[in-house]
């Protein structure tokens, strides 16, 4: 499967626990994003980086996430001290372009889905 | 925040239909896309148009665009069951040098 991938797929967690999630975009895009979906909405952005570079970041990302493409490959999203409200679903996508645009299709994972209790 | 607007909400037809959904945006564009989600899943790209284009075809899908009117509509000809799902409309910015952002969606069941 040459797609995007997510890890896990689903994550039960207790308020205040860290939690992390891994996304192995398609292996020649350069450019992964992560997006957040709660039930009912239209996924919303949250980063994005063009090869390691973390070069957007949403005001909806507060200091208590934390993103890295360490290699420019895979990438994590951690959230620390979980709250209630973090509960959604955390969405990958990869593409190819240029820097600094945001042209083409993107290719989503399946997704990664937080509860917290 | 979120730049489109799907119209309607959540649409249910029946199968051999065509289902039509609406999107709205605010500032200038690049490009529009549309998505399609099943429950629980993540999306699915379905097709492009750019902001000189006016309409575009791809199997018993047809979008329009109005840039002068800021929306764009998706027709889905002859709806199966398996056109259930939700369908999201994605912006970028004018010089496309801003991420996706989407609309909330339209839900659409088609009965069988």
């Known amino acids: 499967d040459t797609g995007v991938s997510q890890n896990p797929r689903h994550k039960i967690t207790k308020r205040g626990q860290n939690v992390t999630f891994r996304c192995d975009p398609i292996?020649?895009?350069?450019?992964l994003y992560w997006y957040r979906q709660t039930l009912g909405q239209g996924p919303e952005f949250l980063t994005y980086?063009?090869?390691?570079?973390?070069?957007?970041k949403s005001r909806l990302l507060s200091d208590r996430f934390s993103a890295e493409r360490p290699k420019g490959s895979f990438s994590t999203l951690e959230i620390q001290r979980t709250e209630q409200g973090d509960s959604a679903m955390y969405l990958c996508a990869s593409s190819l372009g240029r820097i600094g645009t945001h042209t083409g299709e993107l290719f989503f994972g399946e997704g990664s889905r937080l509860t917290v209790l | 925040s979120q730049q489109g607007e799907e119209d309607p909400q959540a649409l249910s037809i029946q199968e051999g239909e065509n289902a039509t959904m609406n999107c709205s945006y605010k500032t200038s564009i690049n490009n529009l896309q549309w998505y399609r989600q099943n429950s629980g899943r993540g999306l699915v790209h379905l097709i492009l148009?750019?902001?000189?284009?006016r309409e575009k075809h791809s199997g018993r899908l047809r979008v329009t665009l109005d840039t002068s009117k800021k929306s764009s509509s998706l027709l889905i000809t002859a709806s199966r069951a398996a056109d259930t799902a939700s369908y999201f409309c994605?912006?970028?910015?004018?010089?496309?040098?801003?991420?996706?952002?989407f609309g909330k969606g339209t839900r659409l069941s088609v009965i069988a």
């Open positions: 994605a912006t970028d910015g004018n010089s496309g040098n801003t991420p996706l952002v």
């Open positions: 980086f063009q090869n390691e570079a973390q070069l957007e």
């Open positions: 292996s020649e895009h350069n450019r």
């Open positions: 148009i750019r902001s000189n284009e």
